[in-house]
């Protein structure tokens, strides 16, 4: 039972994952489900990442339809990136990896008392 779920499970998950593409779009997106951002924000926003790096996801979310990038013709030109539908649609799994990480990060931290514990002991 379990090899056909899996079967059936791994060619949808491998596809969003192509979508998402690198490990900065979990941030971005996360960041752009907040509002709407500029580069120079999420860029401020993701304090870890360089110029490329968000440029290269920006243009890898756009592309596979995640994103919208809209320039405003001001001096100089601003742009603002938002979710499109289909990256509005993957809050839910936001949302999950959200729970997830709490229910798990409590358990760490219930473990590393323990452990610090037990070295006193």
């Known amino acids: 039972m379990h090899k056909a779920i899996d079967e059936r499970c791994l060619p949808p998950i491998r ?35 360089s110029t490329k790096a968000l440029t290269d996801t920006l243009r890898h979310l756009e592309n596979n339809g995640v994103i919208h990038r809209q320039v405003f013709p001001t001096v100089p030109v601003t ?3 938002s979710l499109t539908e289909k990256g509005k649609d993957f809050r839910t799994v936001l949302i999950a990896m959200y729970h997830w990480g709490k229910t798990w990060e409590k358990q760490q931290d219930v473990d590393d008392q323990d452990r610090s514990m037990t070295q006193f002991e």
Do not use: C
Request: no cysteine.
């Open 79 to 81: 742009v603002e990136y």
């Open 15 to 49: 596809e969003a994952l192509s979508v998402l593409g690198g490990k900065w779009s979990f941030m971005v997106l996360t960041h752009l489900s907040i509002s709407p951002q500029r580069f120079n924000q999420l860029r401020r926003n993701l304090d870890d990442i």
